[in-house]
C-alpha cells in the first residue's frame, strides 16, 4: 500500500510535468517517467509481464520515437512567451472535466462491484498476469479488438507512409529511397499501383 | 529487513563486479588491439604487461575537472551517465550464473533483459541532446535509428529459443539446453547468427560504431564529457558487452553447462570467449556506412530472424 501511494504520487507529479514544461523534451521525458510509474503500478498488481511490455513498448520504443520526431523539429528553443496561445477558459474546462471523471471513478468504485480481478480466465490467481494467461486472453475472448488494433495501427503505418511519401503523384518518380526501404511490415507500399485497400489486407492477415 | 540486507549484498556484488569487468576489459582491449595492430598495447604501468593501466586511467579520470559546457541542457547532460549506467546494472538481476546461482529468477527474465536494455538509448539520447553540441546530435540520432533498428532482429532472433523451450525464464533456457545436452547454437545457427551481429550493432562497436564515429562526429554522443562521467559511459559500455554476450552465451551456448568446471566458470569462460571475439572483429573490420547498416538490419537480419522463427514453429508443430 505505500509503494502504491508513492508511486501513485510519482505518476501524478510526473504527469504534471508533462504539461508544466516549457520545453518539449523535458515534456517526453516527464512522461518516460509518468510511463515508468504506471508500469510499476502494474507489477504491484502482479501484472509483471504488462509491466515490463508497458516499458518495452511505451518507454522504450515510442518515447524515443518521440524524442526524434521532436528534436528532428527543433524544439530546442521555447519560442517566446507572448507568441503562446493565451488560455480563454480551457483551464476552467480542464478542470471541469478531471473533477467529472474523478466523480465517475469514485463513484464507480463506491457502487459498482469493482473487484480486483484477481481470478484470470484460465486459471487461479497464482496464473493471473503470466505469459500464458495473457496470451490466451488476448487471443481467446480479446481476439477481435486485438486484431481490430492491428489493422488500425497499420492503417496508421500506411497512412504515415503515403503521408510523408507527399500528395503528388509518384508515378514517374518513385518514391524516395528511404521512404520505400522503410515499411515496418514487409509489405510494399506503392502509392502509383497499388489500391489502398490491398497493403492494408495482405498485412492485417500476418 | 533480512530481504533489505540481502538484495543491498547483491547490488554490492553487482557494483564490485561492474568496475572489475570495466578494469579488465579495458586493458584487454589495448592489449589485444595491440597484438592486433602488431604492437605491443601498453607496457609501462605495473605488472608483466601493463596489467594496472586502467588504474592509472581510472586515476586519471577520477582527477580530472569537472566540466559542464555552457550551453548544456543541465539535467538532461547530468543524468545522462546515470541512466545509461543504471540498465547496465539492473540486467545482472536475472543472469543464470550457475545452476543454482541467480540473483532473481525472474518468470520472465528475458522479457526482462530486452525491456530494461531498451533504456540504454534514452540515456545516450539525453547525452546527444543536453549537449547542446550539432556533434554530439548527429551521434545520439545516428545511435536512435541503429539501436532501434536492431532491437527487433535481436528480440526476435531470441525468440526461436522461447519457442523450443516453452519458458521465458533464463534459467529454465539454460536447463533445458544442460538437460538435452544440445546447446542451441546448433538447431537455432540462424538465429545465433542474427543474435550476434544484432548485438554488435546494439553495442555500438566497430563495424557499427556510427554513433561515435570518431573520424566524423569527433566522439559522438559523449564528446562533451569528461572525467567520471565519461568513465560512466565507458563502464556501461563495457558492462553491456559482457551482459550481452553473457545472454547470447544463456540462450544459445549452453549457460553454465559443461563438464569439469563448475558453472560459474563454465559461465565466465564462454562469456569472455564471445567478448573476445567481439573486440577482435572490432579491430579488424572497418566501419559499415549508414545506408549499409540500415540496409543491414531491415533487409537481412529482420527477415531471416522473422524467417527464424516461423521455421521454428513449423518444425515444432509438425514433429
Redesign the interface.
Known amino acids: 500500500m505505500i509503494t502504491f501511494f508513492i508511486v501513485a504520487a510519482v505518476a501524478v507529479a510526473a504527469a504534471i510535468g508533462v504539461i508544466a514544461a516549457r ?1 518539449a ?2 515534456s517526453v ?1 516527464w512522461l ?1 517517467v509518468h510511463l515508468c510509474s504506471l508500469a510499476v503500478l502494474y507489477m504491484t498488481l502482479h501484472a ?2 504488462l509491466g ?2 508497458q ?2 513498448i511505451y ?3 515510442v ?3 518521440f ?2 520526431v521532436l ?2 523539429l527543433s524544439a ?1 528553443s521555447a519560442p517566446n512567451a507572448a507568441a503562446w496561445e493565451q488560455p480563454r477558459g480551457q483551464t476552467g474546462l480542464a478542470i471541469a472535466a478531471a473533477a467529472v471523471v474523478a466523480a465517475l471513478v469514485l463513484v464507480g468504485a463506491a457502487v459498482g462491484n469493482i473487484a480486483a480481478p484477481t481470478q484470470g480466465a484460465a486459471g487461479g490467481a497464482a496464473a493471473f498476469g ?2 500464458q494467461t495473457f496470451g490466451q486472453a488476448l487471443f481467446g475472448p480479446y481476439l477481435l479488438p486485438f486484431e481490430g488494433t492491428a489493422l488500425a495501427l497499420l492503417t496508421a503505418i500506411v497512412g504515415a507512409v503515403a503521408l510523408s511519401a507527399g500528395h503528388d503523384d509518384a508515378a514517374g518518380r518513385g518514391l524516395p529511397a528511404t521512404v520505400a ?2 515499411p515496418a511490415d ?1 509489405a510494399p507500399i506503392d502509392v502509383s499501383h497499388a489500391a489502398p485497400a490491398e497493403p492494408v489486407a495482405t498485412g492485417g492477415d500476418r | 529487513m533480512n530481504i533489505l540486507l540481502y538484495a543491498l549484498l547483491k547490488a554490492v556484488i553487482v557494483v564490485a563486479f561492474l568496475g572489475l569487468n570495466a578494469f579488465v576489459l579495458i586493458w584487454a582491449e589495448r592489449k589485444i588491439s595491440g597484438y592486433i595492430q602488431r604492437r605491443y598495447g601498453p607496457l609501462r604501468v605495473g605488472g608483466p604487461a601493463g596489467a594496472l593501466q586502467s588504474a592509472a586511467d581510472i586515476l586519471k579520470l577520477l582527477t580530472k575537472e569537472d566540466f559542464v559546457p555552457g550551453g548544456a ?1 543541465k ?2 547532460w547530468t543524468l545522462a551517465p546515470a541512466v545509461s549506467l543504471i540498465p547496465a546494472v539492473l540486467v545482472y538481476l536475472v543472469l543464470p550464473i550457475g545452476k543454482t546461482v541467480v540473483l532473481q529468477n ?3 527474465g528475458l ?2 533483459f ?3 536494455t ?2 540504454t ?2 540515456g545516450i ?2 547525452a546527444g ?1 543536453g549537449s ?1 553540441n550539432k556533434y554530439s ?1 548527429v551521434g545520439a ?1 545516428r545511435a ?1 535509428a541503429q539501436l ?1 533498428s536492431y ?1 527487433i532482429p535481436l528480440i526476435l532472433s531470441t525468440i526461436g529459443v522461447v519457442i523450443a523451450t516453452g519458458t ?1 525464464t533464463l534459467q529454465g533456457i539454460v536447463e533445458a539446453q544442460a538437460q538435452h545436452h544440445e546447446w542451441f547454437v546448433f538447431p537455432q545457427f540462424v538465429g545465433f547468427v542474427v543474435f550476434y551481429v544484432a548485438s554488435l550493432a546494439e553495442l555500438n562497436r566497430t563495424p557499427f560504431d556510427l554513433a561515435e564515429a570518431e573520424s566524423e562526429l569527433i566522439a559522438g554522443y559523449f564528446t562533451e564529457y569528461s572525467g567520471i562521467r565519461w568513465a560512466m559511459f565507458a563502464i556501461a559500455e563495457y558492462s553491456n558487452l559482457f551482459t550481452t554476450s553473457a545472454l547470447g552465451v544463456t540462450l544459445f551456448l549452453g549457460g553454465w553447462h559443461g563438464p569439469w568446471l563448475p558453472g560459474w566458470m563454465w559461465f565466465l569462460l564462454k562469456s569472455y570467449l564471445l567478448v573476445f571475439i567481439g573486440i577482435w572483429i572490432r579491430w579488424t573490420l572497418p566501419r559499415v556506412r549508414i545506408d549499409q547498416l ?2 543491414l538490419g ?2 537481412f537480419l529482420f ?1 531471416l530472424s ?1 524467417a527464424n522463427v516461423l521455421g521454428t514453429a513449423l518444425y515444432l508443430m509438425v514433429r
Open positions: 520545453n523534451v523535458h521525458l518516460v509483471e509481464f515490463l511490455v516499458i518495452l518507454a522504450g520504443a518515447m524515443i520515437l524524442l526524434f528534436s528532428l530546442r503470466t505469459v526501404a522503410e514487409g | 541542457d539535467w538532461l525472474l518468470n520472465i522479457v526482462f530486452a525491456s530494461v531498451s533504456f538509448l534514452l539520447f539525453m541532446w547542446n546530435l540520432m536512435g532501434f532491437e521465458l540500415m540496409d531491415w533487409k527477415p522473422v
